[in-house]
T-cell receptor, first 112, second 109 residues
């Protein structure tokens, strides 16, 4: 039973395309997150959702649009992909913001 | 100044050694602190939460010093399998979570 699952695991696409990454958690958590980890390995929060409501948007370009259809899902859609978007994107969830987070195993996005 | 700062290392230690990492945080309102471990090309995994009273889990001990705004992680009797990047995390509230850049540890036979 995977607690936080992301799909796809690998995504290779061309500049200018639009792509989506899906995330689902079966832990019953209220809070979900998207992180970006770049080539320097720095893990940076992009979005935080609580009970389907957007709480944090950390100066992410508006080409990135998260959508939470319900508490268990937080998907990330990216428009007009750029070279600088190449990174590993991690989804995570927690019971609440002060509790430890459980991470999905990441989506490796490569822009050609 | 970064909100959470860690020495990037790498720390190269022999098996059986004791190694300690420190991490400083800038927001005095931070309430929750954690140490995560991340293996190469894997997701971060919780190692331990850090409480004001300090906590210990086997060979791992975490301490919090609010006055000096730092947290520490001590690993005793290092194993080869401890080789990883250790991420310090602070939650200053408001649903925000700040990860440090990580400290790399290599344990050698």
């Amino acid at each position: 039973d995977t607690a936080v699952s992301q799909t796809p695991k690998y995504l290779v696409t061309q500049m200018g395309n639009d792509k989506s990454i899906k995330c689902e958690q079966n832990l019953g958590h209220d809070t979900m997150y998207w992180y970006k980890q770049d080539s320097k390995k720095f893990l940076k929060i992009m979005f935080s959702y609580n009970n389907k409501e957007l709480i944090i948007n950390e100066t992410v370009p508006n080409r990135f649009s998260p959508k939470s259809p319900d508490k268990a899902h937080l998907n990330l859609h990216i428009n007009s992909l750029e070279l600088g978007d190449s990174a590993v994107y991690f989804c995570a969830s927690s019971r609440d913001p002060n509790q430890p987070q459980h991470f999905g195993d990441g989506t490796r996005l490569s822009i050609l | 100044r970064k909100e959470v700062e860690q020495d990037p290392g790498p720390f190269n230690v022999p098996e059986g050694a004791t190694v300690a990492f420190n991490c400083t945080y800038s927001n005095s309102a931070s309430q929750s602190f954690f140490w995560y471990r991340q293996d190469c090309r894997k997701e971060p995994k919780l190692l331990m939460s850090v409480y004001s009273s300090g906590n210990e889990d086997g060979r791992f001990t975490a301490q919090l010093n609010r006055a000096s705004q730092y947290i520490s992680l001590l690993i005793r009797d290092s194993k080869l399998s401890d080789s990883a990047t250790y991420l310090c995390v602070s939650s200053p509230g408001g649903f925000k979570t700040i990860f440090g850049a990580g400290t790399r540890l290599f344990v050698k036979a």
